[in-house]
Nanobody, 118 residues
Framework: QVQLVESGGGLVQPGGSLRLSCATSGINFIFYDMSWYRQAPGEQRLLVARLGRSGIINYADPVKGRFTISRDNAKSMVYLQMNSLKPENSADYYC????????????WGQGTQVNVSS
């Protein structure tokens, strides 16, 4: 059974930091491109950062220089270090795993909430 479980969300003051973690199981992790998405109430789900299996990284423009995505293939985990947080970063954050070769396969976590507020 495939599971993606996010953790690390919470309430933080503007300018603060959070580290999100996504623990995966049931997939061959090294074959998957891993991403973090965000979704605020009433808005569509948007890409925050992607770290491909080849190591290529993409960030959404609003988070460049503040967020860092990383992965630990030995632990089958992906992380999102979020620094200099702003109120507009408040959203539910979702972990996404995509295998893009062969039959495309995609899995989502259940999300973790981030609230940036004073």
């Amino acid at each position: 059974q495939v599971q993606l479980v996010e953790s690390g969300g919470g309430l933080v003051q503007p300018g603060g930091s959070l580290r999100l973690s996504c623990a995966t199981s049931g997939i061959n992790f090294i074959f998957y491109d891993m991403s973090w998405y965000r979704q605020a109430p009433g808005e569509q789900r948007l890409l925050v950062a992607r770290l491909g299996r080849s190591g290529i990284i993409n960030y959404a423009d609003p988070v460049k220089g503040r967020f860092t995505i990383s992965r630990d293939n030995a632990k089958s985990m992906v992380y999102l270090q979020m620094n200099s947080l702003k109120p507009e970063n408040s959203a539910d954050y979702y972990c996404d795993a995509v295998r893009s070769f062969g039959a495309r396969t995609e899995y989502w976590g259940q999300g973790t909430q981030v609230n940036v507020s004073s």
